[in-house]
C-alpha cells in the first residue's frame, strides 16, 4: 500500500510522495457469500466481555470520509489494512483474524517489537495456532486474501483507502474508513474510532489515557526538549528535489507537537491551508529553513556526513549547529511514523535521548 510513511524523496520514494492516499486496487474483491462460522484463527473479541463499555449495545455508526458504516454487532472477526489498526485492536485484547505485513521497517516476521511483545501476551504470537494470518500489501490492498478470512469488520481508521478501496472492501465486510484526511488520523482519534467499532468505548478511552501519561512521564526526563522548534523532514544530498518537509497534517510533527516541542514558522506558513502530509523545498533555500532542531530519517551513517558537508543542505541552520536527529534504524521510524498506543512507549527511550541531545546542542 502506498502511503507517506516511507521516507526519503529517491526516485522510488518520490513515487510514494506523489500516490499517496490512493492506493491502487490490483485485485478484485471475491464475490463470496460470507459466513461468520467460517474456519480461521479465532478473535480474542469473541471472548472478550464489552460490560463497562459505552458502545456494547449495538448496532453503532462510525462516520468517515466516505459516509457512515454500520456494526450491527460486536465483532468477532476482525481485518485490517494499512499500519496503526492492528496495532490498536490488539492493544485493546482482540487478536485480528487478518493484518498487513510490516513490510518496511519490520522484523523477519513481517511484525513489529511491539506487536509481537502484545500478541504473545494475548497467547497468539505469530507461529502460535491463535495468531493472526498474514497478508502482503506491497501492491496494494490485498483483497482476495481478506475475503478468504471472512471478515465482519475491516479497520482502516488510519489509512489513505481511495473510494474505490472501500468500495471493494465493503463487499466484503463494513468497513473503518478513514475520518478526513488520508493518513492523517492521530493515533488518540484512531483508537477511539476502532473502540467504538469493537464495542470497547471505555478501554479505548483508557488506553489513550493511559499511553499519555506514560509519554509525559518519560518525556518529563528531559526539560531540554520543551519549546525547541522543529522541521520533520527528509534530507537527500544525491538527488536534486531530495528536501521536503512535513506539515502539521502528518503524526510525525504532531507527536513532537504533543510532546512539547513547537513546528518551526517556516513549516507553518508555508502549509497554511493545505491538506497535504508533506511540501517540497527548494535546496537553494535550505539556508532559510530556520529551526531548533531538524530531524530526519536516513539511510545510513554514511548520508548523514553527506548532508553535513552538502554545500545546500549543510546550510540549514540546525544541521551547522549540530542539532540533526538522523536516525536509519527503519523499526524507530515506523514507531514514530505510524504511531499506536504500542509504538510510541516502545519508540521513546531511544527517540528521546537523540532529541534531547539535540537539543542541548542548540545555540
Known amino acids: 500500500m502506498t502511503s507517506p510513511l516511507l521516507p526519503g524523496p529517491s526516485t522510488s520514494r518520490r513515487a510514494l510522495f506523489k500516490s499517496a492516499g490512493k492506493a491502487t486496487a490490483v485485485l478484485a474483491a471475491a464475490a463470496l457469500t460470507l459466513s461468520a462460522c467460517a474456519t480461521g484463527p479465532a478473535s480474542s473479541a469473541t471472548d472478550s466481555s464489552a460490560a463497562g463499555s459505552s458502545s456494547s449495545q449495538f448496532p453503532v455508526t462510525i462516520d468517515h470520509v466516505y459516509g457512515k458504516t454500520v456494526i450491527e454487532k460486536q465483532p468477532s472477526r476482525v481485518a485490517t489494512v494499512s499500519w496503526v489498526n492492528d496495532d490498536v485492536a490488539i492493544a485493546l485484547g482482540v487478536v485480528p483474524v487478518g493484518v498487513p505485513k510490516n513490510e518496511w521497517g519490520g522484523n523477519e516476521q513481517g511484525s513489529t517489537p511491539w506487536k509481537d511483545a502484545a500478541l504473545e501476551e494475548l497467547g497468539a504470537g505469530f507461529g502460535s495456532e491463535k495468531a493472526p494470518v498474514q497478508y502482503s500489501e506491497a501492491d496494494g490492498i490485498n483483497f482476495t486474501e481478506i475475503a478468504k478470512l471472512t471478515p465482519d469488520v475491516i479497520l482502516a481508521a488510519y489509512s489513505g483507502l481511495s473510494e474505490e478501496d472501500y468500495k471493494k472492501l465493503s463487499e466484503i465486510a463494513p468497513v473503518v474508513a478513514h475520518p478526513e484526511l488520508a493518513y492523517g488520523t492521530s493515533w488518540q482519534d484512531s483508537t477511539s474510532i476502532i473502540g467504538k467499532a469493537l464495542g470497547k468505548d471505555a478501554e479505548a478511552a483508557k488506553l489513550v489515557s ?28 544525491a538527488s536534486a528535489d531530495g528536501l521536503n518537509m512535513y506539515t502539521a497534517n502528518d503524526n510525525r510533527p504532531r507527536f513532537l507537537s504533543e510532546i512539547g516541542m513547537k513546528l518551526a514558522p517556516v513549516v507553518e506558513e508555508n502549509s497554511k491551508g493545505s491538506k497535504e502530509f508533506f511540501i517540497p523545498w527548494s535546496a537553494e533555500k ?55 498506543p504500542l509504538s510510541l512507549p516502545w519508540s521513546l527511550d531511544t527517540f528521546l535521548p537523540q532529541l534531547a541531545t539535540a537539543a542541548d546542542a542548540v545555540k
Open 210 to 237: 493511559e499511553t499519555e501519561a506514560t509519554i509525559e512521564e518519560k518525556v518529563g526526563k528531559y526539560p531540554q526538549i520543551a519549546g525547541k522548534t522543529f522541521i520533520y523532514g527528509n534530507l537527500e544530498p
Open 286 to 340: 535550505a539556508n532559510e529553513l530556520e529551526s531548533d532542531i531538524f530531524v530526519s530519517w536516513v539511510p545510513d551513517a554514511a548520508t548523514t556526513d553527506s548532508i553535513k558537508a552538502d554545500p545546500l543542505l549543510g546550510q540549514i541552520p540546525a544541521v551547522k549547529n549540530g542539532a540533526l536527529v538522523a536516525d536509519s534504524d527503519n523499526t524507530l521510524t515506523l514507531s514514530i511514523s505510524a504511531a499506536s
